[in-house]
């Protein structure tokens, strides 16, 4: 007779067309039961109205039905609860990263993800003052502007370069502002006024391209400037680039530190660490010494903790970090006696102590970060 072992290694041929995986391995299948020749299979869809219900069905019943001895084969279909399509999604997630298509990204690069819950709380300054400061210290830098709509790179910066192919290798050649390899759409569109008026899908398509077409060199940190929220390119990250991990930006503001915390959670949802919180626009400093908490205070420290990670800096709201930015001469590359400029150049040495090159890294301290991130996934965020 027919064994319960061996149904569930017949539906391990059973596939999600959609998610991709089998039903076995994604927790679709409830229940198994052999009685004599009749086996009884249940089945856990996303929804009862699946599009997909009737092959599944079908393909569970060619399957089993082919096991020796098996005469009869019923499916119990049901819909998940949400906890199921909860775990369900976690699998897929990070079966998707597992088997990602390789990039030009080389595996041992450091990938740093600046990201925010929302816009306006100074993310891309922070993408690019920590590059340079990278930078500074010694490493090989790439920037990804992944901020499709709302590019603000390449002023920032300082570059009017065009993004070409090279010749010879058909690949993009990235721009090289203060010594840091860059793409961002801004540098592809006719100018920096033109609104692009692209939907999810070829948003999705734009981040793949700046990773699998670009000619990268041997980066040691590659930092990506994300778009706020919890979209289509952070979920297109975190499949593409499996070594991605995260730097939460926030201001003090209890309401910005709220919003953060969504961006926190799909990122734990996606497998991809979190290295610390960096509060920005954290104070501001008058001529004769007061410090002003414009913004409010303790959000950083308030987000940081309630994520179980640290906080590796808090930037204070200065005039010359908002002209270095418009002038594209940034204040860790203009002024680094600033203030906010050596605070950018202590985040960055944190990072790299928290992330360090890949060939410093042992094998050991891979598996500690590795079991400290399965912890914080089972934190709630």
Same mark, same amino acid.
């Given at each position: 007779?027919t064994?319960?072992? +061996?149904?569930?290694e017949?539906? /391990?041929?059973?596939?999600?067309?959609?998610?991709?995986?089998?039903?076995?391995?994604?927790?679709?299948?409830?229940?198994?039961?052999?009685?004599?020749?009749?086996?009884?299979?249940?089945?856990a869809?996303?929804?009862?109205?699946?599009?997909?219900?009737?092959?599944?069905?079908?393909?569970?019943?060619?399957?089993?039905?082919?096991?020796?001895?098996?005469?009869?084969?019923?499916? #119990?279909?049901?819909?998940?609860? /949400?906890?199921?399509?909860a775990?369900?999604?976690?699998?897929?997630?990070r079966?998707?990263?597992?088997?990602?298509?390789?990039?030009?990204i #080389?595996?041992?690069?450091?990938?740093?993800?600046?990201?925010?819950? /929302?816009?306006?709380?100074?993310?891309?300054?922070?993408?690019v003052?920590?590059a340079?400061?990278l930078? #500074?210290?010694?490493?090989?830098?790439?920037?990804?502007?992944?901020?499709?709509?709302?590019?603000?790179?390449?002023?920032?910066l300082?570059?009017?370069?065009?993004?070409?192919?090279? @010749?010879?290798?058909?690949?993009?050649?990235?721009?090289?502002?203060?010594?840091?390899?860059?793409?961002?759409?801004g540098?592809? $569109?006719?100018?920096?006024?033109?609104?692009?008026?692209?939907?999810?899908l070829?948003?999705?398509?734009?981040?793949? +391209?700046?990773?699998?077409?670009?000619?990268?060199?041997?980066?040691?940190?590659?930092?990506?400037?994300?778009?706020?929220?919890?979209?289509?390119?952070?979920?297109?990250?975190?499949?593409?680039?499996? +070594?991605?991990?995260?730097?939460?930006?926030?201001?003090?503001?209890?309401?910005?530190?709220?919003?953060?915390?969504?961006?926190?959670?799909?990122?734990?949802?996606?497998?991809?660490?979190?290295?610390?919180?960096?509060?920005n626009?954290?104070?501001?400093?008058?001529? #004769?010494?007061?410090?002003?908490?414009?913004?409010?205070?303790?959000?950083?420290?308030?987000?940081?903790e309630?994520?179980?990670?640290?906080?590796?800096?808090?930037?204070?709201?200065d005039?010359?970090?908002?002209m270095?930015?418009?002038?594209?001469?940034?204040?860790?590359?203009? @002024?680094?006696?600033?203030?906010?400029?050596?605070?950018?150049?202590?985040?960055?040495? +944190? $990072?790299?102590?928290?992330?360090?090159?890949a060939?410093?890294?042992?094998?050991?301290?891979?598996?500690?970060?590795?079991?400290e991130?399965?912890?914080?996934?089972?934190?709630?965020?």
């Amino acid at each position: 007779m027919t064994t319960v072992e +061996q149904v569930y290694e017949a539906l /391990k041929r059973v596939v999600d067309p959609e998610l991709g995986g089998n039903i076995v391995e994604l927790g679709m299948v409830t229940s198994v039961e052999v009685e004599a020749s009749h086996v009884t299979v249940g089945i856990a869809l996303t929804i009862a109205e699946c599009p997909m219900r009737g092959q599944i069905e079908g393909d569970t019943v060619r399957k089993v039905r082919g096991l020796p001895g098996v005469d009869n084969v019923t499916v #119990h279909t049901t819909a998940m609860t /949400k906890a199921q399509r909860a775990d369900l999604m976690s699998v897929a997630r990070r079966k998707a990263r597992d088997t990602a298509a390789p990039t030009r990204i #080389h595996p041992t690069t450091r990938v740093i993800a600046v990201s925010s819950g /929302k816009g306006g709380v100074g993310k891309s300054s922070v993408s690019v003052n920590l590059a340079l400061a990278l930078s #500074h210290m010694g490493f090989s830098v790439g920037l990804l502007d992944a901020d499709i709509w709302g590019f603000s790179v390449p002023r920032m910066l300082g570059s009017s370069d065009r993004l070409e192919a090279d @010749d010879d290798t058909k690949l993009i050649v990235p721009a090289r502002p203060h010594g840091i390899e860059m793409v961002s759409t801004g540098l592809i $569109i006719e100018s920096e006024e033109t609104a692009l008026m692209w939907r999810g899908l070829m948003l999705s398509k734009a981040l793949e +391209q700046f990773l699998t077409q670009v000619a990268w060199g041997d980066l040691g940190y590659l930092v990506i400037d994300m778009p706020p929220g919890t979209g289509d390119v952070q979920m297109a990250l975190a499949r593409l680039l499996p +070594q991605a991990e995260m730097v939460v930006v926030t201001t003090p503001q209890k309401a910005a530190q709220k919003v953060a915390v969504r961006v926190a959670d799909m990122a734990r949802r996606s497998f991809m660490p979190i290295v610390g919180v960096i509060e920005n626009m954290a104070g501001f400093t008058c001529d #004769h010494g007061e410090t002003y908490e414009l913004f409010g205070a303790g959000g950083g420290l308030e987000l940081s903790e309630r994520l179980n990670v640290p906080l590796i800096g808090r930037v204070p709201l200065d005039a010359a970090v908002v002209m270095g930015g418009d002038t594209g001469t940034p204040i860790v590359a203009s @002024d680094p006696n600033n203030p906010a400029a050596i605070e950018f150049s202590s985040i960055a040495a +944190q $990072i790299v102590g928290l992330v360090p090159p890949a060939e410093d890294e042992t094998c050991t301290g891979r598996i500690a970060k590795l079991v400290e991130a399965l912890e914080a996934m089972e934190q709630p965020a």
